[in-house]
């Protein structure tokens, strides 16, 4: 029989247990009322100019806008973005450090490195997808091809002899081509250069043929007649670029091979404070000024839930790993 001592105790614990959940249920609604109470630092794991830093600088304008704290963005390089997304893996999970994550540092780096630092699945919490390019499919005037279908049966009747570039081993546009080469069973020369610009300014001078990249690149170059396009690699035509074929449209259904990009935080970050965030940046992707400006780049504001998100991730993981065995793809 219980004695009025365990009564007590029992009725103690109670009280403490009801008082806990009742603090922890406060704590996580004052994480969502307070935040943000301080200056956010948005990385980028690559150099400034680039589409990841273009778009992040976008996001953190209309995020300081919205909220009246400063979103600094920093520019961590290095290991094909591994340096920077590691560095945000291991930042307190308090969503006051948020990554610019892209499909190389989130699904293409685990195929690419041995040993990465972090696990795209593991070490981040999904925030919010934010924006999707496609690669648009090149080549210099002087190749003989002004279809997929064309250049295809151009480069099978030269196996090895053709050739292409790109931003460097293990960039988007490497395995964007190596997809295709794979799809379509052709064979075509790699020659990596070191950065995207110096990929395209040869291509336009003749020293390479074919080049399948990131709109924003080469759409001046398509526009004045430097580049001829052939197709663009997302499951819709572009709206920068109305009356150019997609690659399925082209004779190979099911291809896409975009660049996309997206806000992941570490993992951790209590879930009302990454549903802020996931709220605050939809809007924003929204807007029709942020929709403008990113479709002027060449890119598509692409504005979902974390959930959706974090299944883009797990999604592309899967599918370039093969393409990266496949193609014998290595890192610089």
């Excluded at 610019?100 to 981040?124: E, W």
């Excluded at 009747?157 to 053709?162: A, D, E, H, L, W």
């Excluded at 110096?198 to 004045?224: C, M, R």
């Excluded at 060449?298 to 899967?318: R, Y």
Aim: charge should be positive; glycine fraction near 10%.
């Amino acid at each position: 029989m219980p004695t009025i001592t365990h009564k007590l105790i029992a009725v103690c614990a109670v009280s403490i247990g009801a008082s806990g959940l009742f603090y922890a249920q406060t704590a996580s609604a004052q994480s969502a009322t307070s935040y943000p109470g301080k200056t956010i630092r948005l990385v980028v794991p690559f150099t400034p100019g680039g589409s990841t830093d273009i778009l992040a600088r976008a996001i953190g304008q209309k995020l300081t806008e919205a909220w009246g704290q400063s979103v600094i963005i920093d520019n961590v390089p290095g290991a094909g973005g591994a340096i920077g997304a590691d560095k945000v893996a291991k930042a307190p999970a308090d969503g006051y450090t948020l990554l610019m994550g892209h499909i190389g540092t989130l699904a293409v780096n685990p195929s690419l490195y041995p040993n990465l630092p972090y696990d795209p699945i593991k070490s981040f919490a999904p925030v919010a997808w934010v924006a999707r390019v496609p690669n648009v499919l090149v080549v210099h005037p002087s190749v003989p091809a002004k279809s997929v279908k064309e250049l295809v049966a151009l480069a099978k009747s030269k196996p090895g002899q053709m050739n292409y570039g790109s931003g460097g081993n293990g960039s988007a546009a490497n395995l964007a081509t190596e997809y295709f080469k794979l799809q379509t069973g052709t064979s075509l020369l790699h020659i990596p250069y070191r950065g995207t610009a110096p990929a395209v300014t040869d291509l336009v001078g003749g020293q390479t043929q074919v080049l399948f990249t990131g709109a924003p690149a080469v759409i001046s170059q398509i526009k004045n007649g430097q580049l001829r396009a052939l197709a663009v690699s997302s499951p819709k035509r572009m709206d920068a670029l109305p009356d150019l074929p997609t690659v399925a449209e082209s004779g190979y259904p099911g291809f896409e091979a975009d660049q996309w990009y997206g806000v992941v935080a570490p993992a951790g970050t209590p879930a009302d404070v990454i549903a802020k965030l996931n709220t605050q940046i939809n809007q924003a992707l929204n807007s029709a000024e942020l929709k403008n400006r990113l479709n002027a780049e060449g890119a598509i504001a692409t504005p979902d839930t974390p959930a959706n998100f974090g299944k883009l991730i797990a999604a592309e993981i899967a599918r370039w790993k093969p393409v990266i065995s496949g193609g014998r793809v290595k890192a610089d």
